[in-house]
């Protein structure tokens, strides 16, 4: 069983990496979280790992950290959770996103995972609240409670959904909106928006 590894990227197409290590291409699937923050193909990375068997194949599943990990392990531990679905609601969420959503109940941002309807979304969040327990999160506190109160108002809810409409993932969006009206609380909406690019680097 592989725990971790070591290696040089080789190739880096998301959401796959093929690692060398000492000769052998080891080719790992990530969350889009941790595909992100790869460094650039020749650089060395250290990644956990996490083999998943099945009838005929074995694949190889890489995080960041070993948080991502375990919330992998857990999720895939839940019925009708695969590998695919769980990376999918990783690559969308990130732990802290989606600790807040278990703590609170809400199941607004599993509804934006592909392939997770409604139902899903409840079960996840029934069978995960006890789950999650068994990690070092809390749920109540998980992600920054400032970020969450600002993205509250109709003005960010707004400016989030203008920067989702410019191809920024929700996690993106949600993260710079929330920047930029730590920096300026009281921004209307355009100037939001602005403000929000601009932590992109885009004008």
Request: charged content about 25%.
């Amino acid at each position: 069983m592989i725990g971790w590894l070591r290696g040089r990227v080789q190739t880096r197409v998301a959401p796959r990496v093929v690692l060398d290590v000492g000769g052998v291409g080891y080719e790992l699937e990530l969350s889009m979280r941790s595909f992100e923050s790869l460094p650039a193909e020749g650089e060395e990375v250290e990644l956990e790992v996490l083999t998943v068997f099945r009838a005929e194949s074995l694949q190889l599943f890489g995080f960041g950290d070993l948080l991502e990990k375990q919330l992998f392990s857990i999720l895939t531990s839940i019925s009708g959770v695969g590998p695919k679905l769980a990376l999918a609601v990783l690559s969308e969420l990130g732990p802290a996103m989606l600790a807040r959503a278990v703590g609170e109940e809400d199941e607004t941002p599993l509804l934006r995972v592909s392939g997770v309807g409604r139902k899903t979304a409840q079960r996840l969040l029934l069978e995960l609240r006890d789950k999650l327990g068994e990690l070092d999160i809390d749920l109540c506190a998980a992600g920054p409670p400032r970020a969450a109160k600002r993205l509250s108002s109709p003005v960010a809810k707004d400016a989030v959904s203008a920067l989702e409409s410019l191809g920024f993932r929700p996690r993106e969006a949600e993260e710079a909106v929330a920047k930029a009206l730590d920096d300026q609380p009281t921004l209307e909406l355009v100037e939001l928006i602005r403000a929000s690019l601009r932590g992109f680097g885009t004008h």
